[in-house]
Structure formats: C-alpha cells, structure tokens
C-alpha cells in the first residue's frame, strides 16, 4: 500500500494562508491523492483531489509536485473553523494515518 | 440532498453480545465503506461494498462483516464484542468505488463496550 507521510501539528494565525504538506513518495502513476479533514467529532470532510494538475476549488488548492511523491493543500485565508485534522489519502488506502493536526489562532 | 445517516448515533454494549449498526448512503451513491476510528489505531477501513457486494475488506477478524441490500442500504456487524471494539464506526458513501470518487461521511455511531 501506498504510505504518507503528513507533520504531526501545524499552527497557522487566522487570516495567513495555511500550507499542509504530505509526502506521498510510493503513490503508484493513476492513483489519485484525496484530501480529508475531520473536525472534532464529527465524520471526515471531503476537501479536494487530484492526480497530476494542480486542482482547485471553493474550499482549497491542491499543488501536486511533477514526480508526484508529495503534494501541498493550500487553505488561502484560513479561519477559525478550520482547525481539524487534515489526512492525505491515497488511493484505496486501507489505514489512514495520523493525519495533520491544523490548529488556527486569532 | 440529504446526507449520509447512521443508526443509532450511540451504543453501549456488554462484551459478548453482538451489534448491527446501520448506514443509509446519499441517495443515488452505490458505495459504502465502514470504518473504524480510535484515538489508538486511528481511522481504519474495514471494508467496502458496491452493488451488494463486498469489493475490498481491510485487517479485522471475521467477527466484522457486513451487507449491502438493494437500496444501496448497509448494516455492518460485530459478533462477540470485546472490549477493545469500543470505538466511533464510520460509514462513507461515494457515487462509484471508493478511492475513485470522493466519500462523504455520515456522523458515525460510538459504541461502548463495558
């Protein structure tokens, strides 16, 4: 299986843009990375995907490198509400690892 | 539309005995995957059914397992609870296989093994 690598925790002040990095150096050529969020207690939250462009959407931008082995998620303007952990998921991962702890600060 | 739903939402059990909970996937979706989440082991994925069938099954013992039915409807069960299966058990559906479309998730059912 495919593993990632994500940092532990990251904290980012209210209003900067917030840079999640995940390490993906063993994704196979058409295996798409997902990017979930899951805020306490809840069920994870969809956020974005892609395969080789970079890919953006109404909630973040998805910077994947041109060998593919990592790739960014980019929250533009980051609010309070986005503190949540953050997973990089490869395709069909069967154990989703720690994830990034995304802590927001006013 | 309305989002994915688990039933119930909290569960308290007595090791030994067996447990259903129950998922009803976004209308329209015809995947459903269970995971199991605990602040240990993290989110793991337990298995995925499309169509009423199993596609994709991950590391558990077979007092794990589950059913699709017809309405894209899935119940998964767990025999002869032991303490360790205390945990928050998630469904996701998504329109086509996992891993190949996004999955949205329900709120997921805590249960409590005592």
């Known amino acids: 299986d495919a593993k990632t690598t994500q940092p532990t925790s990251m904290d980012c002040a209210e209003g900067r843009a917030a840079n999640l990095p995940c390490n993906h150096s063993?994704?196979?050529?058409?295996?798409?990375v997902y990017w979930y969020r899951q805020i306490h207690s809840q069920g994870p939250q969809y956020i974005i995907h892609?395969?080789?462009?970079?890919e953006t959407n109404e909630m973040a931008s998805l910077i994947i490198t041109e060998d593919r082995k990592s790739s960014t998620l980019i929250l533009p303007h980051a609010t309070l509400r986005d503190t949540a952990v953050y997973y990089c998921?490869?395709?069909?991962?069967?154990?989703w690892g720690a994830g990034t702890k995304l802590i927001i600060k006013p | 539309k309305a989002g994915v739903t688990q039933t119930p939402r909290y569960l308290i059990k007595t090791r030994g005995q067996q447990v259903t909970l129950s998922c009803s996937p976004i209308?329209?979706?015809?995947?459903v995957s269970w995971y199991q989440q605990t602040p240990g082991q993290g989110l793991q994925f337990l298995f995925e059914y499309f169509s009423e069938t199993q596609r994709n099954k991950g590391n558990f013992p077979g007092r794990f397992s589950g059913r699709q039915f017809s309405n894209s409807r899935s119940e998964m069960n767990v025999s002869t609870l032991e303490l360790g299966d205390s945990a928050l058990y998630l469904c996701?559906?998504?329109?086509?296989?996992?891993?190949?479309?996004?999955?949205?998730f329900g709120p997921g059912t805590r249960l409590t093994v005592t």
């Open positions: 996701a559906s998504s329109i086509g296989r996992g891993g190949l479309y996004e999955q949205y």
């Open positions: 998921i490869p395709f069909y991962q069967l154990i």
């Open positions: 892609g395969l080789k462009n970079n």
């Open positions: 063993t994704i196979s050529g058409n295996e798409y």
């Open positions: 209308s329209g979706h015809r995947s």
